[in-house]
C-alpha cells in the first residue's frame, strides 16, 4: 500500500467556479517521482432521502394498499432524461444531514417527517470528485408546506415500498437512488 507520504502536492489550480461546483487540478508528484495533473469537480455535500409513508396519508399512484415510498419524477437537462428519484438535494451551510433530508423532503414533496436517521455517510465518485452524500430515512410524514426552488419542475410520486427496489433499477437509473435503497433494505427498513 503506497502511503501518503510518498504523494507530494506541487499545485492546486481552480480552472473555473460556478454557483454550483468549483473544478481544478492538482499537479502532484507521484511515489515514483513523476509529476501528473489529477483534475477534480468541487461539489457541496448532498442528501438522499428515503422516506417511507402510511398509506392513508396519501393518495397512492396505484391505487395499492401498505406502506409506500416517496419519489420524485423530474427532467434531468445535464443527460436530456427524466428520472424518478429520491427526494434529494445540497446540505446548507451549519445544517446536519437530517436536518437538511427533512428540509429537502418538505420542499420537494410537500411532506415533514417525524423522524429521521442517518444510515450513511460516503464519498461519491472519488476518482474526480470532491463530493460527500448521506442516506437519511424518514418516516412518520405529515403534510406540510411545498416550496420548489426556481430550476426544480418535479412530480411527486409514490412506489409501494415492495416495489421500490425493482423499480429504481429500471432504465433509466441513477446511483443515489440505487444505493440509497439497497442501503435501506440491508438495514431492514425495506
Given amino acids: 500500500m503506497t502511503d501518503i507520504g510518498d504523494w507530494e502536492l506541487l499545485e492546486e489550480v481552480t480552472e ?11 499537479r502532484l508528484r507521484q511515489p515514483d517521482g513523476s509529476e501528473k495533473e489529477y483534475y477534480w469537480a468541487d461539489l457541496p455535500p448532498a442528501v438522499v432521502v428515503v422516506a417511507r409513508v402510511d398509506a392513508d396519508v396519501i393518495e397512492d399512484d396505484d391505487g395499492g394498499d401498505g406502506d409506500h415510498l416517496l419519489f420524485v419524477e423530474q427532467y434531468r437537462p445535464t443527460i436530456r432524461e427524466t428520472h424518478l428519484e429520491l427526494p434529494a438535494g445540497i446540505v446548507e451551510d451549519g445544517e446536519s444531514y437530517t436536518t437538511a433530508a427533512a ?15 442517518l444510515l450513511q455517510e460516503y464519498a461519491v465518485a472519488t476518482g474526480v470528485l470532491r463530493h460527500d452524500r448521506a442516506v437519511v430515512y424518514a418516516e412518520g410524514l405529515e403534510p406540510g408546506e411545498r416550496e420548489l426552488d426556481n430550476n426544480e419542475f418535479l412530480e411527486v410520486r409514490t412506489v409501494p415500498v415492495a416495489e421500490a427496489l425493482e423499480r ?12 440509497a435503497l439497497l442501503l435501506a433494505k440491508e438495514e431492514g427498513l425495506l
Fill in 16 to 26: 473555473y467556479d460556478t454557483p454550483w461546483y468549483e473544478g481544478g487540478y492538482d
Fill in 103 to 117: 428540509r429537502e423532503l418538505e420542499e420537494e414533496t410537500g411532506f415533514r417527517p417525524s423522524s429521521t436517521a
Fill in 168 to 179: 429504481a433499477r429500471e432504465q433509466p437509473a441513477n446511483d443515489s437512488t440505487l444505493t
